[in-house]
Nanobody, 126 residues
Framework: QVLLVESGGGLVQAGGSLRLSCTAS????????MGWFRQAPGKEREFVAA???????RDYGSVKGRFTISRDNAKNTVSLVMNSLKPEDTAVYYC????????????????????WGQGTQVTVSS
């Protein structure tokens, strides 16, 4: 069982940046595709980004070009650097993990992910 804990959320002005981190315990993330999702009030959970366990493949949702996902398997962490933030980026951001056997595989569907963190709030003021 992998336990995921997000950190780094907060309040930032539009145009600013934040770095979210996801730290795993209870097991290594080295064989997991890691993803970030977000959920704004009154909206469905949305795919943000994913990175394969090798780190060689990355996939982004609507945030492509502004957000960057990365991972450090040795430290059991995944990060999401968010630049040029907009008020519409306001949401609770969740880290998720999915077992995969292929080094370059990523996933976009939330129901494919096995483990989830509790989320961290990101609020972007205009």
């Amino acid at each position: 069982q992998v336990l995921l804990v997000e950190s780094g959320g907060g309040l930032v002005q539009a145009g600013g940046s934040l770095r979210l981190s996801c730290t795993a315990s209870g097991g290594t993330i080295s064989r997991y595709c890691m993803g970030w999702f977000r959920q704004a009030p009154g909206k469905e959970r949305e795919f943000v980004a994913a990175i394969s366990w090798s780190g060689g493949s990355r996939d982004y949702g609507s945030v492509k070009g502004r957000f960057t996902i990365s991972r450090d398997n040795a430290k059991n962490t995944v990060s999401l650097v968010m630049n040029s933030l907009k008020p519409e980026d306001t949401a609770v951001y969740y880290c998720a993990a999915k077992t995969t056997y292929y080094a370059g595989q990523t996933f976009r569907k939330e129901d494919e992910y096995e483990y989830w963190g509790q989320g961290t709030q990101v609020t972007v003021s205009s």
